[in-house]
């Protein structure tokens, strides 16, 4: 379901735009009232290790199911839960969800299991929400040490200090930090610079630029040159076909994640097999 309210032309009437105002309303109190009755859920895809094939990390991706209407993919209600103060709370639920499904991850598939889940830039700008979660970590007994959260560069970072003590104060704890879609934003070698990150994730807008583009490779190797000299891991996103899949493999980036791989799945199909025997789904590719 990609667009849920059509958006609104300059030509539009004072009554297409309170009708258009009310869709908007109804849609906002309806994605409250589905933070507040667990109408969201996860899906997770994991992120395979480039040599071993092993995946010990999952990357939460939230969804909302509504009743009778379908499903919503999260960049249709993100930007809206972020203008509309929404976030927080959806942030914190799916970082709550999170801790559930880990104890049961790591008891059920593999002890190992680590789980990185995204946070929005506006949550990261309160050390009220670090906060939050230590307490709901504690709440539920898991470890932070076992988290890595992801920032995005598509959201402009509005007071940088403020992020870096947010993550700070959860790397005091053993969480770990990476930042996601990188190269998309306006200041990325800003945020590699001073955000105390230990990932980076390389945005897929590169990735499917291989075998196209023969500048967008070079900057894939020397992105992936530099943040190896910096001692930061590499992620590759949006792996999607073989050739991807082995220009990344050979550039010695540290982690492959796409569709390729693995499709996003929810917590039932996330089988053992899966985190147990990469070998077999790379050796097939
Ligand atoms: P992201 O964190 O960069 O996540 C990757 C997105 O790319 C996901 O879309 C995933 O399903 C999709 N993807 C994975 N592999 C491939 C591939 O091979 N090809 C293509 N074309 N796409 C692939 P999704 O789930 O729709 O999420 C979109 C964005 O919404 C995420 O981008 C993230 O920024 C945000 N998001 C998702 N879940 C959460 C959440 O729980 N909280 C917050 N604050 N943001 C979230
Ligand atoms: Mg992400
Ligand atoms: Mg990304």
Redesign the pocket.
Known sequence: MKNKIPSMEHSATSQEKRNYEDQHNTFISNLRHAIDNDELS??Y?PRFHAITGKADTL?????WHRPGVGRY???VF?PD?EENGL?FS??LW?FERCCKDLKHMQTTINPHTKIA????VL?CESIYYAQKIIEISKKHGVLLSDFEF?I?E?THVRDIRKVVSFCETLKSYGAEFSL??FGTGQSPLVNLNLLPANTV?I??SFIHGIGNSKRCEIIIRSLVNMIKELNMQVVA????TNEQFWFMRDTGCDQL????LC??LGLNRIASSMLYTPEIKYSAI
Do not use: C, M, W
């Not at 994640?257 to 390729?260: H, S």
């Open positions: 996860l899906h895809q990357e939460a991706l939230v969804r993919y999260p960049g993100i839960a976030i959806l942030d799916v889940i995204n946070l929005s949550t992801e995005t598509n996601d879609d994730k945005d897929h996103e949006g792996i999607e994640q796409g569709f390729l499709r996003p």
